[in-house]
């Protein structure tokens, strides 16, 4: 297994830690705690990718893999926001039901033999669902109420709703980007 997927195995390991730090309310400052081993695996995200590109170590498992613990990484994120009363159940349901729907349409596109990488839009997609964490986290705790903690809530309420237009957006132009993928060929 070479290193991007060592890093990718790497992020999947950090979600229960960060699960379990931002379940331990009773430690000090267990939001940043937790928001600093989420930053981590973000930024593993990044790593992982710039490895194996820049080295040509490019592989099936990552160009599988490295989308799903993304999507992993992200969706429980977005499932313990709820819990801190961050971010409305239904767009945490729209965000994932698109991880899904495209994790299944990589599943038809596998059984016929295609491999599908994450599109541009896609990443993007990610990243601004990344800093919508990292903005939405810093702020779970309600008991600060400083000026950075208004601003962090305001700009993290701009990427949530920013993070859910680039969700709608990717998932159409991903299906009309492979549309091929779900045409059957008749024999």
């Known amino acids: 297994m070479n290193l991007p997927n060592k890093i990718t195995i790497f992020r999947v390991c950090m979600i229960p ?7 331990f ?11 600093g081993v989420f930053i981590i ?3 593993s995200d990044f790593l992982d990718g710039h490895i194996a590109r820049k080295y ?6 990552g160009k599988f893999m490295d989308p799903l613990a993304d999507k992993i990484l992200v969706c429980t994120a ?12 239904v767009i945490v349901a729209i965000i994932i039901a ?13 059984d016929k033999g ?7 839009v896609g990443k993007v997609k990610t990243v601004v669902q990344m800093v ?31 993070a859910l237009i680039l969700t709608v957006v990717s998932l159409m132009v991903y299906l009309w980007d492979n549309r091929e993928v779900l045409r059957e060929k008749n024999e």
């Not at 295609?114 to 541009?120: D, H, M, N, Q, Y």
């Open 56 to 61: 040509n170590l490019v592989t099936t498992f």
């Open 132 to 162: 919508m964490c990292v903005l939405l986290l810093f702020t779970a705790d309600p008991e600060y109420n400083s000026i950075i903690f208004k601003i962090a809530n305001v700009l993290g309420e701009i990427a949530m709703w920013l």
């Open 17 to 23: 830690v960060f699960v379990f730090l931002l379940l």
């Open 41 to 43: 695996a973000s930024f």
């Open 98 to 110: 698109r991880d899904f729907i495209i994790s299944g349409f990589r599943l038809i596109a596998s």
């Open 25 to 35: 309310e009773d430690l000090p400052y267990y939001n940043f705690i937790a928001l």
């Open 78 to 89: 977005l499932i313990m926001l709820i819990e801190f009363d961050k971010i409305p159940a």
């Open 114 to 120: 295609v491999v599908i990488a994450a599109g541009w």
